[in-house]
């Protein structure tokens, strides 16, 4: 087989991948440095040796695993939740007509525009009245659905063919069959792409966990990461080695999800 010669392309491409991949290549370097180390001038870049005690303040010092199981659930929840009513939400659009349908789109999609710091304040006071402040569900229900996701699955559902849910239409499926049974499968690219996003969004939140959660046991690793920082001092290696920890799951995510949406786009295909 002959093989394909570097084009020009690859001389902007490979600079560009190093100066966004060294970053994370030093984060990870930093995780196993000393205090010392990471306070030099200038900065070391390689540590003189693996010293483990970032990782054993994060896991060991201090409540990281339970930070971390509380952005587990949260980021679970939310994606479920999100591929649920905006998929649903986003049929409705695309193929139910009713009074104001389009104005309602417009605005559902408008709302997007509209800053979350501008919201917080009487977001928290409904909060507090209820009675869910320093609760997970605090940092759950505003996200149970957002303008992008219905957005994303109003514009895929547009482009899906009518004719094979007028053929199952005929064939006696009720349309929650055909959604169900017809469309969702088909709309797993889709469905990967928001899950991706979503999760990404809902995993690296810090503003509202800072204004909803006040007790340390229902941190997320976001919040929980700002704890080994002071005013005056910080602990480095814990927080580059709480940093590579969090980082680890959306990386995970992103590369499953890259491989499902290929996949699912394959089968679409030659469905």
Not at 163 to 188: M, N, Q, T, Y
Request: with cysteine.
């Amino acid at each position: 087989m002959r093989r394909r010669l570097p084009s020009g392309w690859h001389l902007v491409l490979v600079p560009m991948s190093a100066v966004t991949v060294l970053p994370f290549v030093w984060m990870v370097l930093s995780s196993f440095m000393t205090q010392g180390e990471l306070n030099r001038f200038p900065p070391s870049v390689w540590p003189e040796a693996l010293d483990l005690g970032g990782y054993r303040t994060v896991l060991q010092g201090s409540d990281f695993p339970r930070w971390f199981l509380n952005s587990v659930l949260v980021s679970g929840a939310i994606v479920i939740a999100q591929l649920a009513l905006c998929s649903m939400a986003g049929y409705a659009f695309a193929r139910m007509r009713f009074i104001g349908s389009r104005i309602t789109l417009v605005l559902v999609i408008a709302t997007a525009l509209i800053p979350f710091q501008l919201t917080v304040i009487p977001t928290f006071l409904i909060f507090n009245k209820v009675g869910l402040t320093d609760t997970l569900g605090a940092l759950i229900v505003p996200q149970l659905s957002s303008a992008v996701g219905i957005y994303l699955m109003t514009a895929f559902f547009q482009s899906f063919p009518k004719e094979l849910e007028e053929a199952a239409r005929i064939d006696g499926c009720s349309r929650f069959a055909v959604f169900f049974r017809v469309v969702l499968p088909v709309a797993k690219p889709a469905l990967a792409a928001l899950a991706v996003i979503t999760f990404i969004t809902a995993w690296n939140d810090l503003f509202w966990p800072l204004v909803a959660i006040s007790s340390e046991a229902n941190y997320t690793v976001q919040v929980g990461l700002t704890t080994f920082q002071g005013q005056h001092k910080a602990d480095w290696p814990a927080v580059m080695a709480g940093t590579v920890l969090t980082t680890l799951p959306v990386l995970g995510v992103f590369l499953f999800g890259q491989r499902r949406f290929v996949q699912a786009l394959t089968g679409a295909v030659k469905g």
